[in-house]
Nanobody, 127 residues
Framework: QVQLVESGGGLVQPGGSLRLSCVAS????????MGWYRQAPGKQRELVAA???????NYADFVKGRFTISRDNAKNTVYLQMNSRKREDTAVYYC?????????????????????WGQGTQVTVSS
């Protein structure tokens, strides 16, 4: 089984910084893209940033220049450095990963690629 576990959420003042981490663990065969989404109350979940194994990144317009995504492929870990926080950044932040699970019941010993989600971590921007 595979788990994604986020950490680093909490309360931060406007203009402040926060760093989120997400570790993928379990019977992992390979990891492809990893990223972060967020969902504010009453709104749909939206992409914040994503990163391929090769380092290509994709950012939502509302975080460009403020947030930075990075990852450690050896540790199956993705990070989100959030600077210049705004009140509208308040949301539950979810980690996402596209990966293949080690499975002996699949040909080649690995499942097809699926996307997995973490449980989410609350980030609140308030003075």
């Amino acid at each position: 089984q595979v788990q994604l576990v986020e950490s680093g959420g909490g309360l931060v003042q406007p203009g402040g910084s926060l760093r989120l981490s997400c570790v993928a663990s379990g019977n992992i065969f390979s990891v492809n893209a990893m990223g972060w989404y967020r969902q504010a109350p009453g709104k749909q979940r939206e992409l914040v940033a994503a990163m391929s194994t090769g380092g290509s990144t994709n950012y939502a317009d509302f975080v460009k220049g403020r947030f930075t995504i990075s990852r450690d492929n050896a540790k199956n870990t993705v990070y989100l450095q959030m600077n210049s926080r705004k009140r509208e950044d308040t949301a539950v932040y979810y980690c996402n990963a596209w990966l293949r699970e080690t499975r002996s019941d699949y040909q080649g010993g690995a499942s097809p690629e699926y996307d997995y989600w973490g449980q989410g971590t609350q980030v609140t921007v308030s003075s």
